[in-house]
């Protein structure tokens, strides 16, 4: 059974920072990519970075390319998501995910576990 959860998420001001992260367990993590999504009020979910198995590729959202970092601690089952320059527009729900290769896509079917999401609000 794989189960993650995310944590860090909350209120912080625009140009603040946030740093979410996405404890996951199972035998597997080490060998899967791992993606982070957000889903705001009213939009659809949306890809925002991911992250190979091995750290070695990384894929970030035209959106926040240069504000986030997306990285993984494979010893201690973590993945993380650096938010820095945060908007209001960054306000969502971020889930993180775990992918069913060890290669991260923008695709959510391509993910196959998902935490329940944490509460991320840019207040302007």
């Known amino acids: 059974q794989v189960q993650l959860v995310e944590s860090g998420g909350g209120l912080v001001q625009a140009g603040g920072s946030l740093r979410l992260s996405c404890a996951a367990s199972?035998?597997?993590?080490?060998?899967?990519?791992m993606g982070w999504f957000r889903q705001a009020p009213g939009k659809e979910q949306e890809f925002v970075a991911g992250?190979?198995?091995?750290?070695?590729?990384?894929d970030y959202a035209d959106s926040v390319k240069g504000r986030f970092t997306i990285s993984r601690d494979n010893a201690k089952n973590t993945v993380y998501l650096q938010m820095n320059s945060l908007r209001p527009e960054d306000t969502a729900v971020y889930y993180c995910?775990?992918?069913?290769?060890?290669?991260?896509?923008?695709?959510?079917?391509?993910?196959?576990?998902w935490g329940q999401g944490t509460q991320v609000t840019v207040s302007s």
């Open positions: 992250i190979s198995w091995n750290t070695g590729i990384t």
């Open positions: 995910a775990r992918g069913v290769s060890p290669w991260p896509t923008r695709v959510k079917s391509d993910y196959n576990y």
């Open positions: 199972g035998r597997t993590f080490s060998s899967s990519a």
